[in-house]
């Protein structure tokens, strides 16, 4: 959603490259830019002003004018505007003292409130609540039944006591639904409510209504993030006519341009607490503003990359590959298979992709890149007899032709997955030996310590012990030179297609806390 004003303010900060010392005109021309494209953005204008002021009051500053790289200095001053703009601070669900816990969602129609009670019934029933729905969307057709299909996939209870499709009282439904979550001893209550126009007074009124009768701790508003300054008027209008505690932004996954996102928590005062970033029910984020505005300058989102990470992994299947390269066991397809259909859990790998620092330099190679690849890796190593898989030297030429008949695919799509695969076996072995992966340190007890490093080093400078290249015109580029994909890196395994310079390029742009954070630092 923020691909067009990452790539207006990229473009500014790339012009700021280079300059030893800030003039007052470069900083009016900078702030100038930041203001168009924001306003490009659909960002509310009131909050464009704010915004710009203080950045072009804090860029004329000592903090700039002292500064070692005072292009380094403009981007943290944007990052830490951006995210004073999108809340300052990470606002969770307040839980009640004494259960059940009560969440009242409201919104226009259409906005995604159904959907969005799934997805935060799924999101608690992972993390430890047993929720119950309430299904008080008396009006709209079908809103009921689709509320029930939302929650057996969600794996939840719902309380669905009238038909809906203008049959029963909303009130009625929601306040008998609390009383049976306390009876059955559910923790938390989500009441998914009628959507409404601001303007329909009738449906405001029950609103508040059912408000008054559940006495809800957390009144949500769902926000469609694709309706630009609509929204930000929307959720004005119903936390003037009936109080929201805060906000729930929906399709932020959309090719809107979000100003939304920007706008709506300095207009109404009220925090985002969730965004919803896809169509699945586990597409559901916290939202956490610093995070946000990392992703806006394309520095990335590392910490939800590992959360996700951690979600998907098995911690058994992890223990028991870094068990196999302690003990020098060589990194086999059949754990190739095993460590993509893990990523693949991990949803989209575009998206993945994305959260690191820099992945905009190479935008183009991310949005071809093709999800559904996996898919057919995943049918050519299932083709392959268990010895096959252990041992890929056995591939010769006839094997490899019955394996692509088996998959359905070209013999070549098969030579490119070995080569593949070797590359990802030279990664395995080069972690093995101690020296890590590129920008990580070695692991626990295989080595990689300063001496190793240090070593590596020189061996590297001198031409000593480096890998040669096969290949002449690689090797003519110089005495030690590395191969491709043989350090590991984005070069190797899957990802083959990817430049990590670009990547390489972009982190040294960085300012020193960003990239002190994303080293371990």
């Given at each position: 959603?923020?691909?067009?004003?990452?790539?207006?303010?990229?473009?500014?900060?790339?012009?700021?490259?280079?300059?030893?010392?800030?003039?007052?005109a470069d900083v009016d021309a900078t702030v100038r830019d930041i203001r168009t494209a924001l306003l490009e953005a659909d960002v509310a204008l009131a909050v464009v002003r704010d915004f710009t002021a203080r950045v072009r009051e804090r860029a004329l500053g000592a903090e700039v004018s002292k500064a070692l790289n005072p292009a380094q200095q403009i981007v943290k001053i944007v990052h830490e505007e951006l995210v004073g703009i999108l809340g300052g601070q990470t606002r969770r669900l307040r839980l009640a003292k004494n259960p059940p816990t009560v969440i009242l969602l409201a919104g226009l129609q259409g906005a995604g409130k159904t959907?969005?009670?799934?997805?935060?019934?799924?999101?608690?029933?992972?993390?430890?609540?047993?929720?119950?729905?309430?299904?008080?969307d008396l009006q709209r057709p079908n809103a009921v039944d689709q509320l029930s299909v939302v929650a057996e996939r969600a794996g939840v209870a719902v309380h669905a006591p009238?038909?809906?499709?203008?049959?029963?009282?909303?009130?009625?439904?929601?306040?008998?639904?609390?009383?049976?979550?306390?009876?059955?001893?559910?923790?938390?209550?989500?009441?998914?409510?009628?959507?409404?126009?601001?303007?329909?007074?009738?449906?405001?009124?029950?609103?508040?209504?059912?408000?008054?009768a559940v006495t809800p701790d957390e009144v949500l508003l769902v926000v469609d993030a694709m309706i630009g300054q609509d929204a930000v008027a929307t959720a004005a209008a119903f936390d003037e006519a009936v109080g929201i505690d805060g906000i729930v932004l929906a399709k932020l996954d959309g090719d809107?341009?979000?100003?939304?996102?920007?706008?709506?928590?300095?207009?109404?005062?009220?925090?985002?607490?969730?965004?919803?970033?896809?169509?699945?029910?586990?597409?559901?984020?916290?939202?956490?503003?610093?995070?946000?505005?990392?992703?806006?300058?394309?520095?990335?989102?590392?910490?939800?990359?590992?959360?996700?990470?951690?979600?998907?992994?098995?911690?058994?299947?992890?223990?028991?590959?870094?068990?196999?390269?302690?003990?020098?066991?060589?990194?086999?397809?059949?754990?190739?298979?095993?460590?993509?259909?893990?990523?693949k859990k991990m949803g989209s790998l575009t998206k993945l992709l994305?959260?690191?620092?820099?992945?905009?330099?190479?935008?183009?190679?991310?949005?071809?890149?093709?999800?559904?690849?996996?898919?057919?890796?995943?049918?050519?190593?299932?083709?392959?007899t268990p010895a096959e898989r252990a041992d890929h030297g056995l591939?010769?030429?006839?094997?490899?032709?019955?394996?692509?008949?088996?998959?359905?695919?070209?013999?070549?799509?098969?030579?490119?997955?070995?080569?593949?695969?070797?590359?990802?076996?030279?990664?395995?072995?080069?972690?093995?030996?101690?020296?890590?992966?590129?920008?990580?340190?070695?692991?626990?007890?295989m080595g990689g310590g300063k001496r190793t490093k240090a070593k590596q080093k020189a061996q590297v400078k001198s031409g000593k012990g480096a890998k040669r290249s096969g290949n002449p015109a690689k090797r003519a580029s110089g005495p030690g030179e590395v191969e491709p994909g043989a350090a590991g890196g984005l070069g190797g395994g899957l990802l083959g297609g990817l430049d990590p310079a670009a990547l390489q390029a972009t982190l040294s742009e960085l300012p020193p806390e960003f990239k002190g954070l994303l080293e371990g630092r």
């Open positions: 959603m923020f691909t067009s004003l990452s790539d207006r303010l990229a473009a500014t900060f790339k012009n700021l490259r280079g300059k030893g010392r800030l003039s007052e959907t969005l009670a799934g997805k935060l019934a799924l999101h608690l029933r992972e993390a430890g609540h047993q929720p119950l729905l309430v299904a008080a009238e038909p809906g499709n203008g049959v029963g009282d909303p009130v009625a439904v929601a306040r008998s639904g609390v009383e049976f979550a306390r009876a059955k001893l559910y923790d938390v209550v989500i009441v998914d409510t009628a959507g409404r126009l601001a303007i329909d007074t009738e449906l405001m009124d029950q609103l508040r209504s059912v408000r008054d809107a341009r979000g100003g939304a996102a920007l706008s709506v928590v300095t207009v109404t005062g009220k925090p985002v607490l969730f965004a919803s970033v896809g169509e699945k029910l586990t597409d559901l984020e916290t939202f956490h503003p610093d995070r946000m505005a990392s992703r806006i300058l394309d520095m990335g989102d590392v910490l939800t990359l590992i959360e996700t990470a951690e979600k998907a992994f098995d911690s058994e299947q992890a223990a028991r590959m870094a068990g196999k390269i302690a003990k020098g066991d060589d990194f086999t397809l059949e754990d190739f298979l095993e460590q993509m259909m893990s990523l994305g959260m690191l620092p820099g992945m905009g330099e190479i935008k183009g190679q991310l949005e071809s890149f093709d999800d559904s690849e996996l898919d057919r890796v995943a049918a050519i190593i299932r083709s392959m591939l010769n030429g006839s094997r490899r032709s019955r394996i692509a008949r088996g998959a359905g695919v070209e013999v070549s799509a098969v030579n490119q997955l070995v080569e593949r695969f070797i590359e990802a076996q030279k990664m395995m072995r080069q972690m093995r030996a101690g020296g890590g992966m590129p920008g990580m340190p070695g692991m626990p007890g």
